[in-house]
């Protein structure tokens, strides 16, 4: 199965190409990077100062109609839920859309500090995480599986960097 890697006013070429390469090894799938016009500014909630990442999904369904396979969304910018007060990422259970927000995972935005590794490994791992919820899969207990739940950046850090054999395999199921 495809995914769809569509960055949305990310400029790191590097860190693109390092999620695109890591998603086809780990699916062992084609990983096309693709756009779609979204205007993110419509999503924008001026009292919270974030973008509602339920409604950016809503509105990319019909824009990725076009589209075969899984939808990974990556923006730059920080997201919110009602309930929540910042997310990482969302996704469409057993759904096509997903979206993960590269803003909250930067060390510099804990530390004010940069670092690269750490950062891209964080992304990774939300993307992981994300696409794991479009194949159906739910928060794992294990804190070795990168379905593991994140409420905060020290929980992304901590969770492992795979699926855990259970969740490789209910993905596997869904491949084929």
């Given at each position: 199965m495809r995914i769809n890697l569509i960055p949305i006013q990310i400029r790191n070429n590097s860190l693109i190409d390092y999620i695109k390469k890591n998603l086809e090894l780990v699916f062992n799938s084609?990983?096309?990077?693709?756009?779609i016009e979204l205007d993110?500014?419509?999503?924008?909630?001026e009292s919270r100062n974030q973008y509602y990442s339920t409604e950016i999904i809503a509105s990319s369904i019909s824009l990725s109609d076009k589209l075969n396979g899984k939808v990974l969304l990556l923006v730059d910018v920080d997201l919110f839920v009602p309930v929540f007060t910042y997310l990482f990422g969302e996704a469409q259970l057993?759904?096509?859309?997903?979206?993960v927000s590269t803003f909250r995972l930067y060390e510099e935005f804990y530390t004010g500090r940069t670092n690269d590794k750490l950062f891209y490994k964080r992304v990774?791992?939300?993307?992981?995480?994300?696409?794991?919820?479009?194949?159906g899969l739910i928060h794992c207990e294990s804190w070795n599986c990168v379905m593991h739940?994140?409420?905060?950046?020290?929980?992304?850090?901590?969770?492992?960097?795979?699926?855990?054999?259970k969740c490789k395999s209910v993905i596997t199921g869904k491949m084929i």
């Open positions: 084609e990983v096309l990077i693709d756009n993110l500014k419509k999503y924008f909630n057993d759904g096509k859309i997903s979206i990774l791992k939300e993307a992981l995480h994300e696409l794991g919820h479009n194949f739940a994140s409420a905060g950046i020290e929980e992304v850090d901590v969770k492992g960097e795979n699926f855990c054999g």
